[in-house]
């Protein structure tokens, strides 16, 4: 069983299609182990995070030999109890797509005074369910370290994000009317260490009056955003997109993909950015240079690094032949290495390798 954040249900279902016949999966959101907002208790910050029953009627219904999640926070919690209901032991994998850790601290120093009790009751409940975990996945070489770090007795390995191809090479016959030179920016504000990347490059845009910088994205942090970027005419927050087609046409209408981000390990906007023949300028940060071949597919920036990151970006705007090599570059680089087809095969291994 694969138990999902909900938001990444799209893309386990990419997966799910290329795994081996044998295999019998179910594909289930973690929400269904909350008990979501109430009408009595709707107000009580935290209380949507309370368990409910559902995720484990589900597990007795399907009986998986196996249990695997990218958010451990309940699910692993509700694999043990089930382990125990069926007296056996029933291996679990979790995969780790973020430094969790600097994530958790950043927003515990964010949130309101009223909201702070739940953040330790969370924070036990993630790193128990890490624990429970028979093997941990990290989303990169570097994510994997830093779990080594946290949990040196713990058996890991590396489990990049993928993309399927196939939705991302339809040619789109209707662009947005963007004005170009263009630079897209997706990014979602869900995440402050990510987000304050985004807004040390205000300074980059400041100053590269002549080129438009199109950024799409949402999440609590947005009015961050937007205060950054405020009287920067140059600057177009366009707020989130339909996915896939509203994106795969984002990346149709900018010259250059570009990501300046604060924390990243495998960010899915430079799988899809490439596939769509895009050159990537990316903060180094993270696991981000594991996905950026130098000079090759685009390059990685220090943050706060302005001139280079204007060096970067005019020299991609200014040499069309660069740009389109670098476009195909990246997109026979991922297409090669980060398909879904690849990731199945390892994943399955995976799995065998802790039942058998």
């Known amino acids: 069983m694969m138990i999902c954040s909900p938001y990444k249900m799209h893309l386990y279902h990419s997966l799910a299609k290329h795994f081996p016949r044998n295999f019998q999966l179910k594909l289930i959101s973690a929400e269904t182990g909350y008990c979501g907002k109430t009408p009595l208790l709707g107000r009580c910050p935290g209380i949507e995070y309370l368990p409910a029953g559902q995720m484990m ?16 926070v309940y699910p692993s919690w509700y694999a043990k109890l089930y382990g125990y209901l069926r007296m056996q032991h029933i291996p679990l994998v979790a995969w780790l797509l973020g430094d969790f850790w600097t994530e958790h601290s950043a927003q515990f120093a964010a949130v309101p005074l009223s909201r702070k009790p739940i953040f330790p009751l969370h924070f036990f409940a993630w790193s128990t369910g890490m624990r429970f975990a028979d093997c941990i996945l990290a989303a990169c070489r570097w994510l994997e370290e830093i779990v080594k770090d946290h949990f040196p007795q ?4 590396i489990l990049y994000q993928g993309v399927d191809p196939e939705p991302w090479l339809v040619q789109d016959k209707t ?9 897209g920016i997706i990014q979602d ?7 304050r990347g985004l807004i040390c490059f205000s ?9 438009n910088f199109y950024i799409a994205g949402g999440g609590p942090y947005t009015p961050l955003v937007e205060k950054a970027y405020s009287g920067l005419e140059n600057a177009h927050l366009i707020g989130r997109l339909p996915y896939q087609v509203g994106v795969r046409r984002f990346y149709a209408s900018t010259d250059v ?8 390990c495998c960010p899915t906007t430079i799988l899809e950015a490439s ?4 050159p990537t300028i990316a903060s180094r940060v993270g696991g981000i240079p594991e996905l950026v071949r130098e000079g090759e597919t685009g390059w990685t920036v220090q943050n706060r690094q302005y001139d ?8 991609v705007l200014e040499d069309d032949g660069l740009t389109r090599r670098m476009g195909e570059n990246a997109r026979q680089f991922v297409m090669e290495h980060f398909g879904w087809d690849s990731r199945a095969s390892e994943l399955s291994s995976i799995f065998r390798r802790l039942v058998s």
């Open 57 to 72: 009627r589900e597990l007795v219904r399907f009986r998986p030999d196996l249990v695997f999640t990218d958010y451990p």
């Open 154 to 157: 713990k058996t890991t390995n």
């Open 175 to 183: 662009l947005y009317h963007f004005k170009h030179p263009a630079v």
């Open 189 to 195: 504000n869900n995440i402050l260490p990510k987000v």
């Open 203 to 211: 300074s980059v845009v400041k100053q590269m009056k002549d080129v």
């Open 257 to 264: 993909h570009v990501l300046p981000s604060g924390l990243d």
């Open 275 to 278: 596939i769509c023949g895009k």
């Open 308 to 315: 280079e990151w204007i060096s970067r970006i005019r020299t």
